[in-house]
């Protein structure tokens, strides 16, 4: 859908015009392909600011988190550290100094597709291999693995029940604006038998990207060792409704409003992803807040003693603290998802 410098906005709208509404699923995924491709949309100056962005105890806690369990699992040998989406390869960087302070220095893969953000993290992670997504991650070893805000902007598909039957959430143009439309063809066999009695309106919303990125981490995980942890802002208990969102310079707007140019996400169901990873082979070790997670492996008991350290950095650091654990910013609508081998230990915080 990317050709030369030809505005999203247009190709749509052409497509649409000769061949009618396009699937929300596909407005969606040509969306974000084309905004992550040659942008980095992190920190003060982009669309928006993730926790390894907000303080390195973020990182550090995650990187403690895998070798605990490692050690625990009582594995030796090499094995690999994995990163699904890494941004800025920040995460990557504070987990993997965390984890080399406990004598562990794994393989390092970075699952991403953006050159531009390949680019950044080639500095704070010059040791990795990349990979376009995990089909090519290696076989040979246990692999820990890392998610943090990755299955909130894989592409959603939406049914809503409509007067005649359940049908396909579309995207059309009309009156010079993107819109979201009901399409003609039935899709009540695509709707779960004790949801289809709902009320005219009703909106369900799956992300077949995500179950299966999560099948597939699974059954890894079943088949070589390891353990991983989802991380994202979604529930944990399956609903109803529309989640769908842009963000565009640390500003909610419109998310038809400028395909391409604005990061659309969704909120992720936690419960399809246990439910994929479950069929995929993995334990389930638990879906808990960002905020139990974080205090559960200490977080309070780092900043006291980074501030302790550093007392001139004490408001900053109380202040990234609470943004990550505290009920009204990331600490109750951020989940934490983790998997485990069958023969592996529970992990800490779950």
Known sequence: MTRGGEPLAAVFQRLIANYGP???QHFMGESNARYYAGKDPLGSAGDFITAPEISQ???????????DIWIRAGREGPFHYVELGPGRGTLARDALRAMARCGLTPQVH??????ALRAIQRGAVP?????HDVASLPEDA???VVANEFLDALP????????QGWRERMVDFQAGRFLPVAGDKPMDAAVPPAMREQADGTLIETCPGAAAVAHDIAGRLAGQGGAALFIDYGYDRSQTGSTLQALKAHTKVDPFATPGEADLTCLVDFAAMA???QAGGARHLGTVT????????GIETRAANLAAAAPHHAAALEAAKDRLIAEDQMGTLFKVMGLAAPDWPDGAGF
């Open 57 to 67: 105890m973020f990182g550090e806690l995650i990187g403690l988190w895998l070798a």
């Open 290 to 297: 960002q905020g139990h997670f974080l205090r559960a492996l």
């Open 127 to 131: 040791q990795a291999q990349w990979h």
């Open 142 to 144: 246990p692999m820990l």
């Open 110 to 115: 970075l699952v991403e597709a953006s050159t």
């Open 156 to 163: 959603v598909r939406q049914l809503v029940k409509t007067p």
């Open 22 to 24: 396009v699937t929300l």
């Open 275 to 277: 439910d994929a990873a």
